[in-house]
Protein backbone atom coordinates (compact mmCIF):
# COMPACT_ATOMS: atom_id res chain seq x y z
CA UNK A 1 0.00 0.00 0.00
CA UNK A 2 1.56 3.05 -0.86
CA UNK A 3 0.30 5.81 1.58
CA UNK A 4 1.58 9.42 1.42
CA UNK A 5 1.63 11.54 4.52
CA UNK A 6 1.49 15.52 4.98
CA UNK A 7 3.65 16.20 7.58
CA UNK A 8 4.76 18.97 10.16
CA UNK A 9 7.00 18.75 12.93
CA UNK A 10 6.25 17.09 16.39
CA UNK A 11 3.03 15.82 15.67
CA UNK A 12 3.58 14.56 12.69
CA UNK A 13 6.72 12.58 13.30
CA UNK A 14 5.11 11.11 16.12
CA UNK A 15 2.25 9.71 13.90
CA UNK A 16 4.53 8.46 11.18
CA UNK A 17 6.16 6.16 14.14
CA UNK A 18 2.93 4.84 14.95
CA UNK A 19 2.02 4.45 11.29
CA UNK A 20 5.24 2.50 10.26
CA UNK A 21 4.36 0.16 13.24
CA UNK A 22 0.78 0.30 12.22
CA UNK A 23 1.62 -0.97 8.47
CA UNK A 24 5.21 -2.30 8.35
CA UNK A 25 4.77 -3.24 4.36
CA UNK A 26 3.57 0.39 3.45
CA UNK A 27 5.90 2.12 0.90
CA UNK A 28 5.10 5.77 2.71
CA UNK A 29 6.07 9.13 1.84
CA UNK A 30 6.21 11.94 3.51
CA UNK A 31 6.20 15.58 1.99
CA UNK A 32 7.61 18.07 4.87
CA UNK A 33 6.67 21.03 5.79
CA UNK A 34 9.18 23.68 5.07
CA UNK A 35 7.30 27.07 5.69
CA UNK A 36 8.97 26.65 9.22
CA UNK A 37 12.87 26.98 7.84
CA UNK A 38 14.93 29.41 8.98
CA UNK A 39 18.35 30.98 8.02
CA UNK A 40 20.30 31.40 11.42
CA UNK A 41 24.05 31.95 11.82
CA UNK A 42 24.29 31.47 7.84
CA UNK A 43 22.76 27.97 8.00
CA UNK A 44 20.22 26.65 6.50
CA UNK A 45 17.48 25.29 9.39
CA UNK A 46 14.77 22.99 8.24
CA UNK A 47 13.07 22.02 11.49
CA UNK A 48 9.76 19.88 10.40
CA UNK A 49 11.98 18.02 8.12
CA UNK A 50 14.41 17.54 11.12
CA UNK A 51 12.32 16.72 13.53
CA UNK A 52 10.64 13.56 10.96
CA UNK A 53 14.16 12.74 10.07
CA UNK A 54 15.29 12.29 13.72
CA UNK A 55 12.17 10.84 14.87
CA UNK A 56 11.95 8.08 12.33
CA UNK A 57 15.56 7.81 12.71
CA UNK A 58 16.12 7.08 16.17
CA UNK A 59 18.14 10.79 16.60
CA UNK A 60 15.58 12.85 18.30
CA UNK A 61 15.21 13.89 22.20
CA UNK A 62 11.81 12.07 23.05
CA UNK A 63 10.81 14.16 25.73
CA UNK A 64 11.22 17.34 24.31
CA UNK A 65 10.37 15.83 20.63
CA UNK A 66 12.88 18.13 18.35
CA UNK A 67 16.28 18.05 18.50
CA UNK A 68 18.97 15.33 19.25
CA UNK A 69 19.57 13.03 21.92
CA UNK A 70 22.83 13.23 24.25
CA UNK A 71 22.77 16.93 23.08
CA UNK A 72 25.27 19.77 24.19
CA UNK A 73 25.24 23.41 23.46
CA UNK A 74 28.08 24.67 23.83
CA UNK A 75 28.27 26.27 19.91
CA UNK A 76 25.40 28.60 20.97
CA UNK A 77 27.32 28.99 24.09
CA UNK A 78 29.62 30.26 22.24
CA UNK A 79 27.92 32.65 19.84
CA UNK A 80 25.96 34.24 23.20
CA UNK A 81 29.38 34.86 24.18
CA UNK A 82 30.51 36.74 21.03
CA UNK A 83 26.60 38.60 21.18
CA UNK A 84 26.16 36.64 17.87
CA UNK A 85 22.03 36.04 18.23
CA UNK A 86 19.56 34.98 18.32
CA UNK A 87 19.56 33.16 21.56
CA UNK A 88 15.61 32.08 21.89
CA UNK A 89 16.48 29.40 18.89
CA UNK A 90 17.80 25.76 20.27
CA UNK A 91 20.19 24.34 18.37
CA UNK A 92 22.24 21.86 19.61
CA UNK A 93 26.19 20.78 18.86
CA UNK A 94 24.84 17.76 17.09
CA UNK A 95 22.00 19.30 15.39
CA UNK A 96 24.33 22.04 14.02
CA UNK A 97 25.99 19.30 11.90
CA UNK A 98 23.11 18.22 10.01
CA UNK A 99 22.30 22.20 9.23
CA UNK A 100 26.53 22.74 8.03
CA UNK A 101 26.03 19.80 5.76
CA UNK A 102 22.73 20.52 4.62
CA UNK A 103 24.16 23.92 3.66
CA UNK A 104 27.29 22.98 1.88
CA UNK A 105 24.97 21.24 -0.15
CA UNK A 106 22.68 23.81 -1.11
CA UNK A 107 26.01 26.28 -1.20
CA UNK A 108 26.98 23.71 -4.12
CA UNK A 109 24.27 24.13 -5.72
CA UNK A 110 21.91 20.60 -4.69
CA UNK A 111 18.07 21.27 -4.33
CA UNK A 112 16.91 20.93 -0.57
CA UNK A 113 15.18 17.31 -2.02
CA UNK A 114 18.11 15.94 -2.74
CA UNK A 115 19.89 17.52 0.07
CA UNK A 116 17.13 16.36 1.90
CA UNK A 117 17.34 12.52 0.33
CA UNK A 118 21.52 12.94 1.05
CA UNK A 119 20.53 13.44 4.93
CA UNK A 120 18.25 10.35 5.11
CA UNK A 121 20.80 8.39 3.78
CA UNK A 122 22.03 8.47 7.10
CA UNK A 123 19.12 8.62 9.15
CA UNK A 124 17.35 5.55 6.93
CA UNK A 125 13.93 6.63 8.72
CA UNK A 126 11.86 4.32 6.41
CA UNK A 127 9.71 6.51 4.75
CA UNK A 128 10.90 8.75 1.65
CA UNK A 129 10.61 12.33 2.69
CA UNK A 130 10.23 15.00 0.55
CA UNK A 131 10.41 18.58 1.26
CA UNK A 132 6.79 20.32 -0.09
CA UNK A 133 9.03 22.56 -2.52
CA UNK A 134 12.72 23.16 -3.51
CA UNK A 135 11.69 26.50 -3.42
CA UNK A 136 12.28 28.84 -0.71
CA UNK A 137 8.87 29.49 1.30
CA UNK A 138 9.02 30.99 4.69
CA UNK A 139 5.74 31.53 7.27
CA UNK A 140 5.44 35.21 8.35
CA UNK A 141 3.12 36.75 11.31
CA UNK A 142 1.55 40.12 11.73
CA UNK A 143 1.18 40.72 15.09
CA UNK A 144 0.63 43.77 17.31
CA UNK A 145 3.90 44.05 19.68
CA UNK A 146 2.47 44.34 23.31
CA UNK A 147 4.97 47.30 24.81
CA UNK A 148 5.44 49.42 22.13
CA UNK A 149 1.90 48.87 19.92
CA UNK A 150 4.07 48.36 16.97
CA UNK A 151 2.74 46.62 13.85
CA UNK A 152 5.27 44.22 12.86
CA UNK A 153 5.50 41.28 10.36
CA UNK A 154 8.49 38.49 12.25
CA UNK A 155 9.61 34.92 11.01
CA UNK A 156 6.94 32.20 12.28
CA UNK A 157 9.82 30.98 14.36
CA UNK A 158 10.31 34.37 16.06
CA UNK A 159 6.72 34.17 17.05
CA UNK A 160 6.37 30.39 18.24
CA UNK A 161 9.87 30.20 19.65
CA UNK A 162 10.65 33.64 20.96
CA UNK A 163 7.41 35.17 21.81
CA UNK A 164 5.53 31.85 22.62
CA UNK A 165 2.06 32.70 20.39
CA UNK A 166 1.40 35.16 23.61
CA UNK A 167 0.01 37.67 21.38
CA UNK A 168 -2.19 37.29 18.91
CA UNK A 169 -1.50 36.51 15.04
CA UNK A 170 -3.30 39.06 12.68
CA UNK A 171 -2.53 37.14 10.00
CA UNK A 172 -0.13 34.32 8.62
CA UNK A 173 0.90 34.53 5.15
CA UNK A 174 3.73 32.04 3.97
CA UNK A 175 5.78 34.21 2.07
CA UNK A 176 7.31 32.91 -1.23
CA UNK A 177 4.39 29.74 -1.31
CA UNK A 178 2.74 31.73 -4.99
CA UNK A 179 6.00 31.36 -6.75
CA UNK A 180 6.64 27.39 -5.24
CA UNK A 181 7.07 24.36 -6.87
CA UNK A 182 5.90 20.90 -5.63
CA UNK A 183 9.64 19.61 -5.15
CA UNK A 184 10.30 16.69 -7.56
CA UNK A 185 7.98 13.45 -6.70
CA UNK A 186 5.60 15.03 -4.16
CA UNK A 187 3.03 15.10 -7.17
CA UNK A 188 4.10 11.96 -8.47
CA UNK A 189 3.95 10.40 -4.81
CA UNK A 190 0.36 12.23 -4.71
CA UNK A 191 -1.07 10.68 -7.65
CA UNK A 192 0.44 7.22 -7.07
CA UNK A 193 -0.76 6.91 -3.44
CA UNK A 194 -3.47 4.61 -2.38
CA UNK A 195 -4.29 7.12 1.11
CA UNK A 196 -3.57 10.11 1.60
CA UNK A 197 -3.50 11.37 5.36
CA UNK A 198 -3.15 14.85 7.29
CA UNK A 199 -1.49 13.64 10.84
CA UNK A 200 -2.74 15.85 13.81
CA UNK A 201 0.09 18.10 12.63
CA UNK A 202 -0.79 22.72 12.86
CA UNK A 203 -3.66 22.85 10.10
CA UNK A 204 -1.99 26.44 9.39
CA UNK A 205 1.33 26.69 9.74
CA UNK A 206 1.95 23.27 9.09
CA UNK A 207 -0.07 21.24 6.54
CA UNK A 208 -2.05 24.93 5.41
CA UNK A 209 1.62 25.62 4.43
CA UNK A 210 1.78 22.62 2.31
CA UNK A 211 -1.60 23.12 0.62
CA UNK A 212 -0.59 26.61 -0.24
CA UNK A 213 2.33 25.47 -2.60
CA UNK A 214 0.36 25.67 -5.88
CA UNK A 215 -0.83 22.26 -7.59
CA UNK A 216 -0.28 19.89 -4.12
CA UNK A 217 -3.90 20.82 -2.91
CA UNK A 218 -5.43 20.28 -6.63
CA UNK A 219 -3.33 16.79 -6.46
CA UNK A 220 -4.82 16.00 -3.67
CA UNK A 221 -8.14 16.51 -4.42
CA UNK A 222 -7.77 15.11 -7.58
CA UNK A 223 -5.96 11.72 -6.85
CA UNK A 224 -9.36 9.57 -5.91
CA UNK A 225 -8.03 8.37 -3.38
CA UNK A 226 -9.43 8.26 0.36
CA UNK A 227 -7.55 11.64 1.74
CA UNK A 228 -7.95 10.98 5.97
CA UNK A 229 -7.49 13.53 8.41
CA UNK A 230 -6.87 13.28 12.16
CA UNK A 231 -7.89 16.60 14.36
CA UNK A 232 -4.66 18.04 16.11
CA UNK A 233 -8.09 20.22 18.53
CA UNK A 234 -9.25 18.02 21.10
CA UNK A 235 -12.13 19.20 23.71
CA UNK A 236 -11.31 22.56 22.04
CA UNK A 237 -8.03 22.88 22.60
CA UNK A 238 -4.59 21.58 20.72
CA UNK A 239 -3.31 18.88 21.44
CA UNK A 240 0.34 19.92 21.88
CA UNK A 241 1.43 23.15 20.67
CA UNK A 242 -0.62 26.56 19.59
CA UNK A 243 -2.82 26.26 16.92
CA UNK A 244 -5.37 27.89 18.73
CA UNK A 245 -3.29 30.83 17.59
CA UNK A 246 -2.77 30.74 14.33
CA UNK A 247 -6.47 29.01 13.93
CA UNK A 248 -8.05 32.63 14.86
CA UNK A 249 -6.11 34.25 12.31
CA UNK A 250 -7.48 32.33 9.68
CA UNK A 251 -10.63 32.56 11.46
CA UNK A 252 -11.04 29.27 12.11
CA UNK A 253 -12.25 28.17 16.08
CA UNK A 254 -10.40 26.14 17.71
CA UNK A 255 -12.68 22.79 17.57
CA UNK A 256 -12.42 19.42 15.76
CA UNK A 257 -15.06 20.24 13.48
CA UNK A 258 -14.47 23.53 12.30
CA UNK A 259 -10.69 22.70 11.03
CA UNK A 260 -12.23 19.60 9.40
CA UNK A 261 -15.05 22.00 7.81
CA UNK A 262 -11.48 24.58 6.92
CA UNK A 263 -9.96 21.45 5.09
CA UNK A 264 -13.52 20.88 3.56
CA UNK A 265 -15.15 18.36 2.13
CA UNK A 266 -13.75 18.77 -1.59
CA UNK A 267 -10.08 17.84 0.09
CA UNK A 268 -10.42 15.72 2.80
CA UNK A 269 -12.78 12.42 2.98
CA UNK A 270 -12.47 11.16 6.00
CA UNK A 271 -11.80 13.09 9.95
CA UNK A 272 -11.05 11.27 13.35
CA UNK A 273 -11.81 13.30 16.15
CA UNK A 274 -11.42 12.61 19.38
CA UNK A 275 -13.82 10.64 21.83
CA UNK A 276 -14.32 13.58 23.94
CA UNK A 277 -16.04 15.16 20.83
CA UNK A 278 -18.22 12.35 19.61
CA UNK A 279 -20.62 14.87 19.82
CA UNK A 280 -19.43 16.83 16.33
CA UNK A 281 -19.77 14.25 14.60
CA UNK A 282 -22.99 14.45 13.18
CA UNK A 283 -21.78 18.29 12.26
CA UNK A 284 -18.29 17.05 10.16
CA UNK A 285 -20.56 14.91 8.52
CA UNK A 286 -23.04 17.41 7.41
CA UNK A 287 -20.32 19.15 5.53
CA UNK A 288 -19.56 16.11 3.91
CA UNK A 289 -16.72 14.25 5.74
CA UNK A 290 -17.41 10.81 7.10
CA UNK A 291 -16.00 11.36 10.66
CA UNK A 292 -15.23 9.03 13.79
CA UNK A 293 -14.65 9.18 16.93
CA UNK A 294 -11.61 7.23 18.54
CA UNK A 295 -8.93 8.41 20.90
CA UNK A 296 -6.57 11.05 19.74
CA UNK A 297 -4.28 10.92 22.53
CA UNK A 298 -0.69 10.36 21.53
CA UNK A 299 0.53 9.29 24.56
CA UNK A 300 2.84 6.62 23.53
CA UNK A 301 3.89 4.62 20.38
CA UNK A 302 0.88 2.19 20.57
CA UNK A 303 -1.46 4.90 20.94
CA UNK A 304 0.13 6.36 17.79
CA UNK A 305 -0.10 2.96 16.15
CA UNK A 306 -4.20 2.50 17.39
CA UNK A 307 -4.40 6.23 15.58
CA UNK A 308 -3.21 4.99 12.25
CA UNK A 309 -4.81 2.06 11.95
CA UNK A 310 -7.90 4.25 12.63
CA UNK A 311 -6.82 6.23 9.71
CA UNK A 312 -6.64 3.68 7.54
CA UNK A 313 -9.79 1.78 8.62
CA UNK A 314 -12.01 4.76 7.93
CA UNK A 315 -9.66 5.66 4.76
CA UNK A 316 -11.30 1.59 3.86
CA UNK A 317 -14.36 2.98 4.73
CA UNK A 318 -14.35 5.77 1.91
CA UNK A 319 -13.31 3.50 -0.41
CA UNK A 320 -15.86 0.91 0.07
CA UNK A 321 -18.72 3.53 0.47
CA UNK B 1 57.36 51.58 23.17
CA UNK B 2 55.51 50.29 20.42
CA UNK B 3 56.05 46.77 19.03
CA UNK B 4 55.28 44.84 16.12
CA UNK B 5 55.17 41.19 16.17
CA UNK B 6 54.84 38.91 12.87
CA UNK B 7 53.39 35.80 14.43
CA UNK B 8 52.33 32.60 13.36
CA UNK B 9 50.20 30.08 15.79
CA UNK B 10 51.63 28.11 18.67
CA UNK B 11 55.10 29.20 19.31
CA UNK B 12 53.95 32.68 18.26
CA UNK B 13 50.72 32.65 20.74
CA UNK B 14 53.59 31.33 23.52
CA UNK B 15 56.01 34.28 22.78
CA UNK B 16 53.70 36.65 22.48
CA UNK B 17 52.26 36.17 26.14
CA UNK B 18 55.82 36.26 27.71
CA UNK B 19 56.57 39.43 25.71
CA UNK B 20 52.91 41.15 27.60
CA UNK B 21 54.68 39.97 30.84
CA UNK B 22 57.78 41.47 30.15
CA UNK B 23 56.70 44.89 28.48
CA UNK B 24 53.75 45.68 30.43
CA UNK B 25 53.27 48.49 29.41
CA UNK B 26 54.06 48.42 25.50
CA UNK B 27 51.71 48.80 22.44
CA UNK B 28 51.97 45.70 20.74
CA UNK B 29 50.23 44.94 17.30
CA UNK B 30 50.22 41.79 15.87
CA UNK B 31 50.60 41.17 11.86
CA UNK B 32 49.06 37.07 11.91
CA UNK B 33 49.62 34.57 9.05
CA UNK B 34 46.80 33.77 7.14
CA UNK B 35 48.43 31.53 5.18
CA UNK B 36 46.98 28.52 7.32
CA UNK B 37 43.14 29.34 6.26
CA UNK B 38 41.34 26.74 5.26
CA UNK B 39 37.44 26.64 3.92
CA UNK B 40 36.14 23.53 5.66
CA UNK B 41 32.19 22.60 5.87
CA UNK B 42 31.86 25.81 4.30
CA UNK B 43 33.30 27.92 6.75
CA UNK B 44 36.63 30.16 7.06
CA UNK B 45 39.05 28.75 9.58
CA UNK B 46 42.10 31.30 10.41
CA UNK B 47 44.26 28.64 12.84
CA UNK B 48 46.67 31.33 13.27
CA UNK B 49 44.63 34.14 14.62
CA UNK B 50 42.61 31.69 16.17
CA UNK B 51 45.60 30.60 18.46
CA UNK B 52 46.84 34.43 19.27
CA UNK B 53 43.61 35.37 19.97
CA UNK B 54 42.62 31.96 22.24
CA UNK B 55 45.95 31.86 23.64
CA UNK B 56 46.12 35.95 24.59
CA UNK B 57 42.12 35.84 25.32
CA UNK B 58 42.34 32.69 28.19
CA UNK B 59 40.48 30.02 25.93
CA UNK B 60 43.24 28.38 24.83
CA UNK B 61 43.79 24.82 25.22
CA UNK B 62 47.15 25.09 26.73
CA UNK B 63 48.14 21.56 26.57
CA UNK B 64 47.48 20.98 23.00
CA UNK B 65 47.95 24.61 22.19
CA UNK B 66 45.63 25.32 19.66
CA UNK B 67 41.74 25.06 19.78
CA UNK B 68 39.52 25.72 22.83
CA UNK B 69 39.50 24.56 26.73
CA UNK B 70 36.94 22.54 28.01
CA UNK B 71 36.07 21.58 24.44
CA UNK B 72 33.76 18.91 23.08
CA UNK B 73 33.65 17.51 19.25
CA UNK B 74 30.40 16.48 19.18
CA UNK B 75 29.50 18.40 15.66
CA UNK B 76 31.99 16.87 14.22
CA UNK B 77 31.50 13.25 15.15
CA UNK B 78 28.12 14.01 13.20
CA UNK B 79 29.68 14.94 10.41
CA UNK B 80 31.74 11.94 10.13
CA UNK B 81 28.40 9.89 10.61
CA UNK B 82 27.17 12.06 7.76
CA UNK B 83 30.39 10.82 5.95
CA UNK B 84 31.24 13.98 5.43
CA UNK B 85 34.86 15.14 6.12
CA UNK B 86 37.87 15.89 6.42
CA UNK B 87 38.08 14.12 9.65
CA UNK B 88 41.58 15.06 10.07
CA UNK B 89 40.88 18.46 11.21
CA UNK B 90 40.34 19.05 15.08
CA UNK B 91 37.34 21.28 15.16
CA UNK B 92 35.57 21.15 18.39
CA UNK B 93 32.09 22.42 19.52
CA UNK B 94 32.85 25.75 21.14
CA UNK B 95 35.52 26.54 18.33
CA UNK B 96 33.20 25.88 15.11
CA UNK B 97 31.66 29.57 16.96
CA UNK B 98 34.51 31.11 15.91
CA UNK B 99 34.24 30.22 12.24
CA UNK B 100 30.66 30.78 12.33
CA UNK B 101 30.50 34.20 13.58
CA UNK B 102 33.84 34.88 10.89
CA UNK B 103 31.87 33.24 8.48
CA UNK B 104 28.63 35.03 8.60
CA UNK B 105 30.78 38.55 8.66
CA UNK B 106 32.69 38.16 5.83
CA UNK B 107 29.60 36.87 3.41
CA UNK B 108 28.09 40.01 4.87
CA UNK B 109 30.97 41.85 3.41
CA UNK B 110 33.33 42.86 6.57
CA UNK B 111 36.54 42.32 5.41
CA UNK B 112 39.05 39.75 7.39
CA UNK B 113 40.55 42.74 9.58
CA UNK B 114 37.21 43.85 10.84
CA UNK B 115 35.82 40.46 11.53
CA UNK B 116 39.45 39.90 13.85
CA UNK B 117 38.57 42.95 15.35
CA UNK B 118 35.59 42.16 16.06
CA UNK B 119 36.13 38.91 17.15
CA UNK B 120 38.99 40.45 19.31
CA UNK B 121 36.26 42.63 20.76
CA UNK B 122 35.14 39.70 23.48
CA UNK B 123 38.57 37.96 23.76
CA UNK B 124 40.61 41.11 24.68
CA UNK B 125 44.05 39.77 24.22
CA UNK B 126 45.41 42.77 24.80
CA UNK B 127 47.18 43.78 21.81
CA UNK B 128 46.54 44.92 18.16
CA UNK B 129 45.63 41.91 15.94
CA UNK B 130 45.66 41.98 12.15
CA UNK B 131 45.75 39.59 9.80
CA UNK B 132 48.93 40.24 7.56
CA UNK B 133 46.35 40.70 4.13
CA UNK B 134 42.62 40.48 3.62
CA UNK B 135 43.12 38.83 0.80
CA UNK B 136 43.04 35.43 0.20
CA UNK B 137 46.60 34.00 0.52
CA UNK B 138 46.33 29.83 0.81
CA UNK B 139 49.99 28.44 1.44
CA UNK B 140 50.13 25.06 -1.22
CA UNK B 141 52.97 22.01 -0.93
CA UNK B 142 53.85 20.15 -3.87
CA UNK B 143 54.31 16.27 -2.15
CA UNK B 144 54.94 13.10 -3.86
CA UNK B 145 52.72 10.77 -2.22
CA UNK B 146 54.96 7.38 -1.49
CA UNK B 147 51.99 4.70 -2.51
CA UNK B 148 50.92 5.92 -5.85
CA UNK B 149 54.30 8.16 -6.78
CA UNK B 150 52.04 10.57 -7.50
CA UNK B 151 53.52 14.46 -7.81
CA UNK B 152 50.25 16.69 -6.00
CA UNK B 153 49.77 20.04 -4.67
CA UNK B 154 47.63 20.02 -1.49
CA UNK B 155 46.74 22.51 1.03
CA UNK B 156 49.41 23.31 4.29
CA UNK B 157 46.59 21.92 6.24
CA UNK B 158 46.41 18.99 4.83
CA UNK B 159 50.10 18.34 4.97
CA UNK B 160 50.79 19.24 8.04
CA UNK B 161 47.77 18.18 9.56
CA UNK B 162 46.82 15.16 7.81
CA UNK B 163 50.30 13.68 6.54
CA UNK B 164 52.08 15.36 9.78
CA UNK B 165 54.79 16.14 7.12
CA UNK B 166 55.38 12.64 6.49
CA UNK B 167 56.99 13.48 2.89
CA UNK B 168 59.01 15.98 2.09
CA UNK B 169 57.54 19.41 0.93
CA UNK B 170 59.19 19.77 -2.49
CA UNK B 171 57.87 23.18 -2.80
CA UNK B 172 55.58 25.52 -0.21
CA UNK B 173 53.90 28.09 -2.49
CA UNK B 174 51.90 30.92 -0.58
CA UNK B 175 49.26 31.11 -3.64
CA UNK B 176 47.90 34.29 -3.73
CA UNK B 177 50.33 36.19 -2.08
CA UNK B 178 51.43 38.12 -5.27
CA UNK B 179 48.42 39.81 -6.00
CA UNK B 180 47.59 40.38 -1.92
CA UNK B 181 47.78 43.58 -0.22
CA UNK B 182 48.74 44.19 3.41
CA UNK B 183 45.54 44.90 5.35
CA UNK B 184 44.63 48.04 6.40
CA UNK B 185 47.25 49.10 9.64
CA UNK B 186 49.85 46.91 8.85
CA UNK B 187 52.59 49.30 6.58
CA UNK B 188 50.99 52.52 9.06
CA UNK B 189 51.91 49.88 12.71
CA UNK B 190 55.24 49.08 10.94
CA UNK B 191 55.96 52.62 10.56
CA UNK B 192 54.91 53.65 13.21
CA UNK B 193 56.80 50.61 15.50
CA UNK B 194 59.71 50.84 17.66
CA UNK B 195 61.10 47.49 17.69
CA UNK B 196 59.84 44.86 15.54
CA UNK B 197 60.12 41.46 16.29
CA UNK B 198 60.05 37.70 14.67
CA UNK B 199 58.83 35.25 17.32
CA UNK B 200 60.50 31.92 17.00
CA UNK B 201 57.38 30.49 14.39
CA UNK B 202 57.88 28.86 11.14
CA UNK B 203 60.68 30.69 8.99
CA UNK B 204 58.56 29.66 5.48
CA UNK B 205 55.69 29.05 6.31
CA UNK B 206 54.54 31.52 9.36
CA UNK B 207 56.61 34.47 9.34
CA UNK B 208 57.59 33.74 5.28
CA UNK B 209 54.40 34.06 3.87
CA UNK B 210 53.57 37.46 6.08
CA UNK B 211 56.38 38.98 4.23
CA UNK B 212 55.52 37.36 0.84
CA UNK B 213 52.81 40.35 0.90
CA UNK B 214 53.73 42.63 -0.72
CA UNK B 215 55.10 45.48 0.73
CA UNK B 216 55.71 43.97 4.30
CA UNK B 217 59.16 43.15 3.75
CA UNK B 218 60.14 46.31 2.15
CA UNK B 219 58.38 48.34 5.02
CA UNK B 220 60.26 46.51 7.65
CA UNK B 221 63.39 46.92 5.84
CA UNK B 222 62.66 50.57 5.64
CA UNK B 223 61.47 51.20 8.94
CA UNK B 224 64.26 51.81 10.33
CA UNK B 225 64.45 50.74 14.01
CA UNK B 226 65.57 47.46 15.32
CA UNK B 227 64.42 44.19 13.84
CA UNK B 228 65.18 41.36 16.00
CA UNK B 229 64.30 37.57 15.48
CA UNK B 230 64.04 34.29 17.77
CA UNK B 231 65.58 31.11 16.84
CA UNK B 232 62.99 28.35 15.75
CA UNK B 233 65.72 25.80 15.70
CA UNK B 234 67.68 24.99 18.40
CA UNK B 235 70.77 22.49 18.30
CA UNK B 236 69.75 21.72 14.39
CA UNK B 237 65.78 20.77 15.19
CA UNK B 238 62.43 22.68 15.02
CA UNK B 239 61.67 23.16 19.24
CA UNK B 240 58.62 22.35 17.97
CA UNK B 241 56.54 21.77 14.77
CA UNK B 242 58.07 20.44 11.55
CA UNK B 243 59.77 23.56 10.67
CA UNK B 244 62.81 21.22 9.14
CA UNK B 245 60.19 19.95 6.19
CA UNK B 246 59.45 23.28 5.03
CA UNK B 247 63.15 24.78 5.63
CA UNK B 248 64.19 21.89 2.86
CA UNK B 249 61.97 23.08 0.62
CA UNK B 250 62.90 26.56 0.34
CA UNK B 251 67.02 25.45 0.53
CA UNK B 252 67.78 26.05 4.04
CA UNK B 253 69.49 23.93 6.17
CA UNK B 254 68.27 23.56 9.59
CA UNK B 255 70.29 25.44 11.77
CA UNK B 256 69.21 28.81 13.84
CA UNK B 257 72.43 30.33 11.71
CA UNK B 258 70.67 29.47 8.24
CA UNK B 259 67.41 30.65 9.10
CA UNK B 260 68.87 34.14 10.48
CA UNK B 261 71.11 34.19 6.55
CA UNK B 262 67.83 33.18 5.29
CA UNK B 263 65.80 36.00 6.62
CA UNK B 264 69.23 38.61 5.72
CA UNK B 265 70.87 41.32 7.29
CA UNK B 266 68.53 43.30 4.49
CA UNK B 267 65.67 42.56 6.81
CA UNK B 268 67.15 41.59 9.94
CA UNK B 269 69.12 43.20 12.58
CA UNK B 270 69.12 41.08 15.90
CA UNK B 271 69.17 37.17 16.07
CA UNK B 272 69.02 34.88 19.57
CA UNK B 273 69.81 31.88 19.21
CA UNK B 274 69.43 28.89 21.96
CA UNK B 275 73.06 28.52 24.35
CA UNK B 276 73.66 25.28 22.79
CA UNK B 277 73.84 27.13 19.78
CA UNK B 278 76.22 29.80 20.96
CA UNK B 279 79.37 28.37 18.89
CA UNK B 280 77.05 29.84 15.77
CA UNK B 281 76.94 33.36 17.09
CA UNK B 282 80.35 34.01 15.20
CA UNK B 283 78.82 33.18 11.70
CA UNK B 284 75.66 35.07 12.24
CA UNK B 285 77.75 38.01 13.00
CA UNK B 286 79.56 37.53 9.80
CA UNK B 287 76.28 37.59 8.23
CA UNK B 288 75.81 41.13 9.62
CA UNK B 289 73.16 40.37 12.14
CA UNK B 290 73.93 41.13 15.09
CA UNK B 291 73.56 38.15 17.86
CA UNK B 292 73.23 36.17 21.12
CA UNK B 293 73.23 32.88 22.55
CA UNK B 294 70.13 32.93 25.31
CA UNK B 295 67.82 30.02 26.54
CA UNK B 296 65.28 29.88 23.96
CA UNK B 297 63.16 26.77 25.29
CA UNK B 298 59.47 28.21 25.82
CA UNK B 299 58.79 25.61 28.84
CA UNK B 300 56.75 28.36 30.88
CA UNK B 301 55.31 31.68 30.27
CA UNK B 302 58.20 32.72 32.62
CA UNK B 303 60.51 31.30 30.27
CA UNK B 304 58.43 32.92 27.69
CA UNK B 305 58.41 36.30 29.10
CA UNK B 306 62.65 35.85 29.94
CA UNK B 307 62.89 35.55 25.98
CA UNK B 308 60.81 38.56 24.88
CA UNK B 309 63.24 40.45 27.59
CA UNK B 310 66.14 39.18 25.61
CA UNK B 311 64.93 40.06 22.47
CA UNK B 312 64.39 43.77 23.50
CA UNK B 313 67.25 44.07 24.91
CA UNK B 314 68.95 43.27 21.87
CA UNK B 315 66.74 45.82 20.02
CA UNK B 316 68.59 48.17 22.29
CA UNK B 317 71.76 46.48 21.19
CA UNK B 318 71.21 47.51 18.01
CA UNK B 319 69.55 51.03 18.36
CA UNK B 320 72.79 52.10 20.11
CA UNK B 321 74.79 50.70 17.83
Partial sequence: ?????????????????????????????????????????????????????????????????????????HLKEELAAYGVGPEWFGLGDR???????????????????????????????????????????????????????????????????????????????????????????????????????????????SIGTILAVPGIREAIADAGVPVVGLSPIVGDAPVRGMADKVLAAVGVESTAAAVAEHYGSGLLDGWLVDTVDASTVERVEAAGIRCRAVPLMMSDLDAAARMAREALTLAEEVRGA
Same sequence: chains 1, 2.
Fill in 1 to 73: MRIVVLAGGIGGARFLRGLQQASRDADITVIGNTGDDIHLFGLKVCPDLDTVMYTLGGGINEEQGWGRTDETF
Fill in 95 to 205: DFATHIVRTQMLSAGFPLSAVTEALCDRWKPGVRLIPMSDDRVETHVAVTLPDSGERKVIHFQEYWVRLRASVPAEAVVPVGAEQSKPAPGVLEAIAEADVILFPPSNPVV
